[in-house]
């Protein structure tokens, strides 16, 4: 009899899955059991419909340091299968990709309906069967074959099964993974927006700040990069950066904080004195609000000029002691109420899932059952933005399918 394997969940990494099992052993008989009428929704959605695949970080130390959980499983995981490999495997299957200033790689398509095609082609002529609304909520193993039951009480028997149901917003999503011994980290959201609904800084809605710095005060989370000013509070891949890191750490202070924006990046207060005196010298007599000397929209300088309690018809000769110290704080150091978050329409993920340290990182496999593999966001495993979640639910699955045909 040829092995068979349930894949259980027909997202990313289950579909990467069952590719590398039937790839791996093609007399295996591979079936995907999917709780609904569709599959590969996410990918669907992601990117904006363009789906971000992979990043261009092809050095694995640096790849894994996108990790806010996982990292260091993720490094050894990634010696078999990374952001190359990624890039390989779409491009010998005919999918051709581009790759944008910010190492983001996308399908040259601009749409994720071809990686979609690529999978069900692919899971076609290999002769993988998708069996739809089967909403799985328990496995038993008994005598070396797993049986697996619907929310229905249909059944499916497998001599292997891969886990990859995704990110659960509750535990009780996986309780039937519980059920089999493993542990679960309690799933939390990451990849999220700030509100601010006390802040006047939401008025400046749309402006983009191209590099900044941003920390949680009274603690050590920072986030760099590009900041977007929203009608609700702060955007921007700085801020999610932020969000992901400090996913537990958010959730544990209700999402009410203070968050501290150095507008200009990493300057520090004495090269920041060092050009504001400067410009005292060469420019005191123009008005501020005529005279801005930092890469922040005219619009937003003069929001920050008032902010440190200055008027910008003021000239530059004018700023006193006082104010300069207030502007330089309001620069590097300003400081906005957050109360509450916004899930990120265009990326969230959850942090939390299956423990790691239940799981094989050479093969997926659990420690605790043999014959169970996971894959994908089911595991306590995320990535900040950028292609990054993608590419764990791709090593992870490429990983879980092969060693499930073969072992
Ligand atoms: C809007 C959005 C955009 C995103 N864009 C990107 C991006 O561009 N780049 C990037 O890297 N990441 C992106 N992500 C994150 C990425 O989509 C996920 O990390 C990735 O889809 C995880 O893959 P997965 O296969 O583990 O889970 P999923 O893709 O969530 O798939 C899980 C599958 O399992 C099924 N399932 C769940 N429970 C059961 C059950 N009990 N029985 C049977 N089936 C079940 C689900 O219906 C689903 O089909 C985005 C996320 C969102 C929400």
Redesign the pocket.
């Given at each position: 009899m040829p092995k068979s394997i349930a894949v259980?969940?027909?997202?990313?990494?289950?579909?990467?899955a069952a590719l590398s099992a039937k790839s791996a052993n093609p007399n295996c008989n591979v079936f995907i059991?999917?709780?609904?009428a569709?599959?590969?929704?996410?990918?669907k959605?992601?990117?904006?419909g363009?789906?971000?695949?992979?990043?261009a970080t092809f050095e694995i130390d640096a790849l894994s340091k996108n990790y806010p959980r996982g990292e260091r499983f993720l490094r050894k995981a990634f010696a078999q299968f990374n952001a190359q490999s990624t890039v390989d495997w779409f491009e010998t299957r005919g999918i051709r990709l581009k790759t944008y200033p910010d190492n983001?790689i996308?399908p040259q398509s601009n749409t994720?309906q071809s990686i979609i095609d690529c999978f069900l082609f692919d899971a076609t002529a290999k002769n993988i069967e998708v069996i739809y609304q089967?909403?799985?909520?328990a496995i038993r193993k008994d005598n070396e074959v797993f049986t697996i039951t619907?929310?229905t009480g249909n059944e499916m028997k497998a001599d292997a099964v891969i886990v990859?149901?995704?990110?659960?917003p509750k535990r009780s999503?996986?309780s039937?993974v519980e059920n089999l011994g493993h542990t679960i980290i309690e799933p939390v959201p990451s990849?999220f927006t700030f509100n601010m609904p006390n802040e006047t800084i939401r008025e400046l809605m749309g402006n983009v700040v191209e590099k900044s710095t941003v920390k949680i005060e009274g603690t050590k989370l920072m986030g760099q990069g590009p900041l977007l000013v929203t009608h609700w509070g702060m955007s921007g891949p700085a801020i999610l950066q932020l969000s992901a890191w400090g996913a537990r750490v958010l959730e544990g202070l209700n999402y009410h904080f203070f968050v501290l924006v150095n507008w200009l990046n990493e300057t520090s207060e004495e090269s920041l004195r060092g050009v504001l005196a400067a410009t005292m010298t060469q420019h005191g007599a123009k008005k501020m609000s005529n005279l801005n000397p930092f890469p922040v929209t005219n619009r937003l300088w003069e929001f920050l000029v008032q902010r440190a309690e200055i008027n910008p018809e003021n000239r530059w000769n004018e700023l006193g002691k006082k104010s300069l110290n207030k502007l330089v704080n309001t620069l590097i150091n300003d400081r906005y109420a957050v109360s509450g978050k916004t899930?990120?329409?265009?990326?969230?993920?959850?942090a939390g899932g299956v423990s790691l340290s239940e799981i094989e990182v050479k093969s997926m496999e659990s420690k605790i059952i043999p014959g169970l593999y996971f894959?994908?966001?089911?595991?306590d495993i995320?990535?900040i933005?950028?292609?990054?979640?993608?590419?764990?639910?791709w090593t992870?699955?490429f990983i879980a399918g092969k060693n499930a045909a073969s072992s």
């Open positions: 259980i969940g027909g997202g990313a990494a289950g579909f990467f059991l999917e709780r609904s569709k599959v590969l929704s996410k990918v959605i992601s990117g904006g363009r789906c971000n695949v992979t990043n983001c996308f994720s089967f909403h799985v909520q619907s929310i990859t149901v995704g990110g659960q999503g996986i039937w990849l899930t990120f329409k265009e990326e969230f993920v959850t894959a994908g966001e089911v595991m995320d990535g933005t950028g292609g990054f979640n993608f590419q764990a639910a992870t699955g």
